[in-house]
């Protein structure tokens, strides 16, 4: 699992670190964009499964904003999303699709299960 870059805003968190936060631990990442109904469909399945597995401290919730439009790469509009639509999971906002590029991903909504190595 690559490290998230430094310099990307984080929402609901302080900035996580595979080799700080992660390692070890069970990691879903789902890639959204506010902008999308289909992602936004989504989050309700992400909110039970938080709850599910509220108690499991090795499972670990990130949403990841890979914005598809210029206009949906602000921070503070991504902000307003998290806050709209009342996600508690810390969401990374992946201005530069340096993510997104990362996992290889093509289309949104879009989720990844990985476990980086302890």
Not at 22 to 33: A, M
């Amino acid at each position: 699992m690559p490290e998230f870059p430094n310099s990307y805003t984080w929402f609901n968190s302080d900035p996580l670190s595979v080799d700080k936060n992660l390692r070890g631990k069970l990691v879903l990442i789902d890639f959204w964009t506010y902008c999308c109904i289909h992602c936004l469909h989504v989050l309700p399945d992400l909110e039970y499964l938080q709850q599910k597995f509220a108690e499991e401290p090795s499972i670990v919730f990130i949403g990841c904003h890979s914005a598809k439009f210029l206009n949906e790469k602000n921070s503070s509009k991504v902000r307003d999303a998290v806050i709209k639509y009342e996600i508690k999971h810390p969401v990374v906002n992946d201005e530069r699709m340096i993510i997104w590029k990362g996992y290889e991903r093509r289309s949104w909504p879009s989720q990844v299960l990985v476990s980086p190595k302890s």
